[in-house]
């Protein structure tokens, strides 16, 4: 069934907040991308004339494509070389969505997106739709084909799967951006005092190369060991220059709301470096070295370049 300019008009004015949804849901930008345009081709095909709120509408048929997504996804998980981690979004892209309240913020840091792993297909969009988007649980119930109680079920108990036990601390973007700033000089002093210090001593870290590029298998426990591994592996030199491909240079940035390094080689983004916070200091790192996970933020940074 063919659509009117009104009707597409319609979909382009819900798109973002779709694209905010999917990406929550999914932790994948590019993902998020081809579950918003499943939901343009359902709206294509739907009688639309019989439906009543298209915002509504649109966000049922979204959650089902990303409900279906999720489920065939924890089976490729299963044969995904090392730890998987969520595509990181430069501050700025409309994807991240909403940022007014902290609960908003939270939902799409780094830290948050990880942990929202451990959950179930069900438990991941009821927790993203009632956390970050305030959906009534009389709303989600009607998407997800659940009872209102059950859906309230499903929410506390994600919440208790997302909760970590020790409250991360929320900067602004100046104070992120000033955070990397020193985290990078400590990182490029050749010293791991200077690391120790901004570490708590529990800290954790987590590399995802996909199977595409080198990158550690296990995690890093503590502070010292992710000193030392940071000493000897941001420095740049010879054989690394040569591993990446030429020159790479080393930026602070604002990823996800939170404190970030990136790697960049000419026009192309090739690492990002998530600093979770909390009163202690800095207690994990989730570094993202997946090629096909950084294409989004690379194409960011050149448009803003051009601006």
């Known amino acids: ?70 489920t065939s996804a924890r089976s490729r998980r299963e044969t995904y070389v090392g730890p998987w981690l969520p595509e990181p979004l430069l501050a700025g892209d409309r994807m991240l969505g909403p940022a ?57 108990r994600a919440r208790q799967h ?28 050749g010293r791991t005092e200077p690391l120790i210090r901004m570490l708590t001593g529990d800290a954790a870290g987590l590399t995802d190369g996909g199977g595409e590029v080198p990158a550690r298998s296990v995690p890093m426990v503590g502070a010292v060991e992710i000193a030392r591994f940071l000493r000897g592996g941001l ?24 404190p970030a390094v990136v790697g960049v080689l000419g026009d192309r983004v090739i690492g990002v470096i998530s600093l979770e916070l909390t009163a202690d200091g800095i207690s994990a790192l989730h570094i993202q070295a997946n090629p096909g996970k950084l294409n989004r933020l690379s194409r960011q940074r050149t448009t803003a370049g051009e601006r």
């Open 235 to 258: 420095k740049p030199t010879p054989a690394k220059r040569a591993i990446a491909g030429g020159d790479y240079t080393l930026h602070a940035a604002v990823v996800n709301g939170g």
């Open 162 to 189: 997302v909760a970590t036990g020790r409250a991360r601390r929320e900067v602004d973007a100046a104070d992120a951006e000033k955070i990397a700033a020193e985290f990078l000089a400590a990182a490029l002093s």
């Open 100 to 156: 007014e309240t902290a609960e908003q913020r939270e939902s799409v840091s780094i830290a948050v997106l990880t942990l929202m792993e451990r959950l179930s297909p069900k438990e991941r969009v009821v927790y993203v739709l009632r956390e970050a988007f305030g959906y009534s649980h009389a709303e989600i119930a009607g998407m997800v084909e659940l009872s209102e109680s059950n859906c309230q079920q499903v929410y506390h």
């Open 1 to 70: 069934m063919s659509l009117s300019a009104r009707e597409v008009d319609l979909f382009e004015r819900f798109r973002g907040r779709l694209e905010a949804i999917a990406y929550r849901m999914l932790g994948s930008a590019s993902d998020a991308e081809d579950a918003v345009q499943d939901t343009f081709l359902r709206w294509q095909a739907a009688d639309r004339g019989y439906v009543e709120t298209p915002e509504a509408w649109l966000t049922k048929a979204l959650t089902n494509v990303c409900l279906n997504q999720l």
